[in-house]
């Protein structure tokens, strides 16, 4: 099956009415639409030593369960559930906000992986996605879009990734080879699937330059557009006359013209 970039959402397989009602509330009716939603910012899950993590930086580590989960409600629908983990040689507490559900699935002893903030002075990571087991082969680098809680962010990968698979031959490469071997920039394909599914922080970096490379090239082009259409403008209407036709005429008039319409028209010829 191939796709082209102008076809609809709805040929994409598993996007059914009703996902396409929600992807046309994000602005997304072709697949072009959606292969040209560029994620605002990338998750990291690559495992850090926390020795080596910044206070209030995004972490991911592995840990062994040290303590039995302890659960506070806080009113209101609200929870904190927290655990102590043991990560290599640092013994922390990790804490699940409106995760209480996750007490009866936490023992002492299982190993478990987390995401979240490091508040290196308290030794506390606040706990924002979680997994039962040692790291698996999810991907190091996720990307997250700005879905207004429309949809969620594995169900719009999962669309992306059919996207790209089957449009790949239709995506129009706008930038000469010439240009993209000076500055080294990736074609489109290419940077399309740096984008949406990196492997390392490079694979971002030099996507988003191809991006915005593009983006100042198209607004130069422009701008030099804009300022021709306003120079041929301000030179105005070029009229040709038949300078010998003219002169017929006037000779034909049953009067003479005066002197300062003879220069008129003489200098009306002339320029």
């Not at 999962?158 to 790209?164: D, E, F, H, S």
């Not at 390392?200 to 701008?223: C, G, W």
């Not at 070029?238 to 010998?244: G, N």
């Amino acid at each position: 099956m191939t796709a082209s970039i102008r076809d609809a959402v709805t040929s994409l397989k598993g996007v059914g009415k009703a996902s396409a009602e929600r992807l046309q509330k994000l602005g997304i009716e072709t697949i072009g639409d959606l292969i040209n939603t560029i994620p605002y910012r990338h998750e990291d899950f690559r495992l850090k030593d926390l020795a080596d993590t910044p206070h209030n930086e995004r972490v991911t580590i592995e840990g062994r369960v040290e303590s039995e989960p302890s659960v506070l409600f806080l009113g209101r629908n609200r929870s904190r559930l927290q655990i102590r983990l043991l990560a290599g040689p640092h013994l922390v507490k990790a804490i699940f906000f409106n995760q209480h559900y996750l007490k009866e699935r936490l023992s002492i002893g299982m190993v478990v992986t987390v995401t979240g903030k490091w508040d290196r002075g308290r030794q506390v990571i606040n706990v924002s996605n979680f997994s039962e087991g040692p790291k698996t082969d999810q991907a190091d680098f996720e990307p997250v879009y700005s879905l207004k809680n429309v949809m969620h962010q594995k169900t719009f990968r999962k669309y992306m990734r059919n996207a790209l698979d089957l449009c790949a031959g239709e995506i129009e490469e706008v930038l000469p080879d010439s240009i993209r071997e000076a500055y080294m920039l990736p074609s489109v394909s290419e940077a399309l699937e740096m984008v949406h599914f990196p492997k390392s922080p490079t694979d971002v970096k030099q996507a988003r330059r191809r991006f915005v490379y593009e983006e100042l090239l198209k607004f130069q082009l422009k701008m030099i557009g804009m300022k021709k259409i306003r120079k041929d403008a301000e030179k105005g209407t070029t009229i040709q006359y038949d300078l010998e036709r003219l002169k017929a005429f006037i000779s034909s008039l049953p009067f003479e013209l005066t002197g300062a319409k003879k220069e008129s028209s003489t200098n009306s010829v002339l320029n």
